[in-house]
């Protein structure tokens, strides 16, 4: 099974390769040229890390040992060894993604990518340091740095946006210890950091480096495979208790951002699981909402700052993989409209392709304080606490059952924990804001009684050890520097 760019069906490379390299040469996105055939219904009766190295294998399946490279990324380093726990809250099942050393949901992907990205580079015989180059909008970086921190051989740099993420997470990413991590703050907002990480790979492809650069965002398809299994993994949770019968069809809503997350689930649908529809959950930053439902996607808006910064985005990468998919695999199709996008800002896709899209997507969007409204409701009648994202996927859910009366089971996937943001959350359950976001956070355990995760917890006073800030435009010399 080879993978191309999602631009032009030539060249092709094998998955090792594609996870090494991380974004195809054309500045494509590297996928499958097929979906393999795959036992899903064995895959539904392993354990989290079995379904995991199950799903991998046949994602990526030039790189070997994927069972002990998967016990390597997981074992202990979860607060539950089943990894991504589900829980009943009022008529939907949540699934929670944030277990993870950093708590953040992208712990799932960037605990597995080191794995895969070390041994992808023995399969190569690439013999040079790779250099992880990130933009984060705040949970990425984190996730990132924890899990490359002092990998052999591989080297990291993140970048946020100054003052565009919580104080919580920026204290986790400047804290940050090991001796090959790089964080450095840029003027600007995330699609500034995003794009300027962008043009490095785009100024470096021809010059020769002491490193070889790749990403750790779900660009790289190294990220967006080991997301497939919490799919499956809440399928599985219902079917044990109960809830479905095998072969029942589960929806699903995913506070979405980079689109990453749901079209992991979109994945696992192609791979055989019986997934309905897949909801993308937007916040005020609603550029998704709007392209699901009209066919044109329009980056030509300002973008807001809001309590749910990790979906504050305009340029949702991931979203390519879905037209080239959607296309019937049209790469020609698909390197049009990104060419439009990128010089006029805005293009529109042809009538079938958004038919196709109506089958398996639909889409909603709240703005900060629908999300409190969500989070003041679901803590009042259910005494569940959630974080400002999952309340996104909430509220788009409960937005399409009461639009369409689908009444298949549903799972929101909840991508944060409440002390991620908790001055939002506080003042959702109309909490006092006084002092800064650590005491808030112990107010909000003080409060609620629901445990805040220790890494969190015990961030306050920690030594900062990355304070750097530059302009967008010197991201470039910051790397060549390094
Ligand atoms: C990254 C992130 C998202 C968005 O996920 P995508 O895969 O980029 O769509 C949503 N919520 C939280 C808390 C995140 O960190």
């Not at 005494?383 to 409960?398: S, V």
Request: negative net charge; proline residues 5%.
């Amino acid at each position: 099974m080879f993978y191309h760019s999602t631009r032009n069906a030539e060249p092709v490379v094998d998955s090792a390769r594609a996870v090494l390299e991380g974004l195809a040469p054309d500045g494509g996105l590297y996928m499958p040229e097929f979906i393999p055939e795959f036992d899903w219904k064995a895959c539904l009766s392993g354990s989290a890390q079995e379904m995991s190295a199950m799903i991998l294998s046949a994602l990526l399946p030039d790189i070997p040992n994927m069972r002990q490279l998967v016990a390597n990324a997981y074992t202990g380093k979860f607060e539950t060894e089943d990894l991504t726990p589900t829980v009943p809250v009022g008529g939907f099942t949540v699934l929670e993604l944030f277990r993870g050393p950093t708590s953040a949901f992208k712990d799932v992907a960037l605990r597995m990518l080191p794995q895969l990205l070390t041994t992808a580079k023995g399969v190569c015989g690439m013999e040079k340091d790779i250099m992880i180059l990130t933009a984060t909008s705040g949970d990425t970086g984190k996730a990132a740095l924890a899990g490359f921190q002092d990998v052999p051989g591989v080297r990291i740099t993140v970048f946020y946006p100054d003052g565009g993420v919580s104080k919580v997470q920026r204290a986790q990413m400047v804290t940050q210890e090991g001796e090959n991590v790089n964080v450095c703050a840029v003027y600007g907002n995330f699609d500034d950091a995003q794009t300027g990480v962008k043009n490095i790979f785009a100024a470096c492809r021809d010059k020769e480096l002491p490193f070889m650069l790749s990403s750790a965002n779900s660009i790289n398809i190294g990220r967006l495979a080991p997301q497939v299994m919490y799919y499956f993994k809440a399928y599985r949770d219902l079917l044990d208790r109960g809830a479905i019968s095998m072969g029942d069809e589960v929806n699903f809503s995913v506070p979405t951002g980079n689109f990453g997350d749901i079209l992991a689930g979109y994945i696992a649908k192609l791979l055989g699981l019986p997934v309905g529809m897949l909801i993308c959950a937007s916040n005020a930053n609603n550029v998704l909402t709007d392209f699901i439902r009209t066919g044109t996607y329009d980056k030509r808006r300002p973008l807001l700052k809001t309590t749910s910064p990790s979906m504050d985005i305009l340029v949702s990468s991931n979203l390519e993989r879905l037209l080239y998919l959607m296309s019937g695999c049209d790469t020609a199709l698909v390197a049009d409209l990104m060419g439009k996008l990128n010089t006029a800002g805005v293009y529109t896709v042809p009538a079938n392709m958004k038919a196709a899209i109506d089958q398996q997507f639909w889409a909603g969007c709240c703005d900060d304080a629908g999300a409190a409204k969500v989070i003041a409701g679901v803590w009042a009648e259910q005494g569940y606490l959630m974080d400002t994202h999952t309340a996104a996927g909430w509220m788009a859910a409960e937005e399409y059952v009461a639009e369409t009366g689908d009444r298949r089971p549903m799972v929101v996937l909840s991508t944060a924990s409440p002390y991620k943001f908790p001055a939002a959350v506080l003042e959702a359950i109309g909490g006092d804001l006084s002092g800064d976001e650590f005491d808030q956070m112990e107010r909000l355990e003080a409060v609620t009684k629901v445990p805040a995760p220790q890494n969190l917890s015990t961030l306050k006073g920690k030594p900062e050890r990355h304070t750097g800030v530059i302009d967008k435009e010197k991201m470039l010399e910051y790397v060549l520097s390094l």
